[in-house]
């Protein structure tokens, strides 16, 4: 198998688990609304506020969800012994980083999609400039998968993970929420020539994100 | 004829504490070589050594023609580990999770429904892991094990879980496995019954090997 096969594998493995136990849209999701539903009940919604701040509050649920996926892809491992079958595979490491990195994005495009649909919905927001929201989206989501999973493999044999990962991951990621909350600042205001230079560095994160999780990954599983 | 094990004066620490304590040891392809001793003589932990799922601190460790002081990863596809934990995910069924490791071992995924004919796994193949009993996830750990088509199979208390029926099934492939030319190391505490299957017992006391160590030439399985 080459590379792209592997990674395919392992993405396919993980998602199917997902599809099975519904952890993203059963869990996940519910939390990541409940967020944006009690920032809708604690701002003043007839100011404007909500407007204001839905980009921020958005990507703060989108970080709170991140974390409960990657400890969600790393638990998986851990029962059964499974990192030890992982490990004994003969699968590439940087295809099982890249694998597990790909199926966390991809439940989180979908939660995110739903979340914005809220945010629509709740914040009373419209999304002028399609083009650099959606690319300032995917561009943040495989950072975000590619950080979480790189962190979450560092925790993955420590029993204080569930506190670790947050600790070590949000200061690392705040880039991208920085990054994500201007560019859809800026989408939302209808002014997307204000967007690009964000998109840039959303995706300049998501590409040494991948890059360090290929090479780290793989001595991070052994030593984990 | 190269051995597929060597190993002289390894020394493997677990934390501060030496789990392998100048251990030496030869397996010849075809050797069923039984690893006895007591409980926290070392046997797990030489198993994983073997298996390049732990380092070696000190001494010379080469298996299947690899000196794991240097590389513990490239052999893992040419061997296969049965634990005392199956190394499965419990939300795919057990065709599922015989697939993925026949996948990621480069093996055909048609030798996946052999494995599981030969454990008599077949009538559970659709069968969620998470629903398998103890007895049943141990024969679905050792038909993965089969199915990636192993040159050295190790074995930690396969005997441990097993119905009657099941324990049967075990010596026969065990049978098979040595007839086959793959090297067995088997760890047990079972020892009437597994001497009958070894070509040769080492004793492990406290890290050190003891006994018959170094393989014989044209060893003949031993079996009633």
Redesign the interface.
């Known amino acids: 198998m080459n590379l792209a096969q592997e990674v395919g594998l392992v993405a396919g493995k993980d998602l199917r688990i997902e599809r099975r136990a519904r952890v993203t849209l059963q869990q996940i999701l519910p939390f990541g609304a409940i967020v944006l539903l009690l920032f809708a009940f604690a701002l003043d919604p007839d100011r404007g506020v909500l407007r204001r701040v839905a980009p921020g509050l958005f990507w703060v649920a989108v970080l709170l969800a991140v974390l409960l996926a990657v400890s969600r892809a790393f638990t998986i491992e851990t029962e059964h012994a499974a990192r030890d079958g992982l490990r004994l595979s003969g699968l590439d490491p940087a295809a099982i980083f890249l694998g597990k990195a790909a199926a966390i994005a991809v439940q989180l495009v979908v939660l995110e999609a739903l979340l914005a649909a809220g945010v629509v919905l709740l914040f009373d927001v419209s999304l002028s400039s399609i083009g650099p929201l959606v690319l300032a989206t995917l561009a943040a989501t495989v950072g975000l998968a590619a950080t979480g999973t790189l962190y979450g493999v560092l925790a993955v044999g420590l029993r204080m993970r569930e506190t670790l990962v947050p600790v070590l991951l949000l200061p690392v990621v705040s880039p991208v929420l920085l990054g994500a909350t201007r560019a859809w600042e800026a989408a939302i205001d209808g002014a997307p020539s204000d967007a690009w230079p964000w998109v840039g560095v959303l995706s300049v994160f998501a590409v040494l994100a991948v890059g360090a999780g290929m090479l780290a990954f793989g001595p991070l599983l052994e030593e984990a | 004829m190269q051995p597929v094990v060597r190993l002289r004066s390894i020394v493997c620490l677990l934390g501060r504490f030496p789990a392998l304590a100048g251990l030496d040891l030869d397996a010849a392809a075809g050797e069923v070589v039984l690893l006895s001793g007591g409980n926290g003589a070392g046997k797990t932990t030489l198993l994983r050594l073997i298996?390049?799922?732990v380092a070696v601190h000190s001494g010379e460790a080469e298996v299947l023609g690899r000196d794991l002081t240097r590389d513990r990863?490239s052999h893992?596809?040419e061997?296969?580990?049965v634990?005392?934990?199956?190394?499965?995910?419990?939300?795919?069924t057990t065709r599922?999770n015989v697939d993925?490791?026949v996948?990621?071992?480069?093996a055909s995924p048609d030798v996946a429904a052999d494995a599981l004919e030969q454990l008599g796994l077949a009538p559970l193949a659709d069968v969620?892991?998470g629903r398998l009993s103890t007895g049943q996830?141990r024969r679905l750990a050792l038909a993965?094990a089969l199915a990636r088509g192993p040159k050295l199979l190790l074995l930690d208390e396969p005997h441990a879980g097993l119905d009657a029926e099941g324990r049967a099934v075990l010596d026969e492939v065990l049978a098979a496995a040595s007839e086959d030319g793959r090297t067995v190391l088997l760890a047990s505490h079972e020892l009437d019954r597994t001497r009958a299957l070894a070509t040769r017992e080492v004793v492990l006391t406290a890290g050190r090997a003891h006994g018959s160590l170094a393989a014989e030439p044209q060893p003949e399985p031993a079996r009633q």
């Open positions: 298996a390049g799922l990863r893992r596809r061997l296969a580990l634990g005392h934990e199956s190394a499965c995910y419990d939300d795919l599922e993925f490791a996948r990621a071992a480069g969620a892991h996830r993965i």
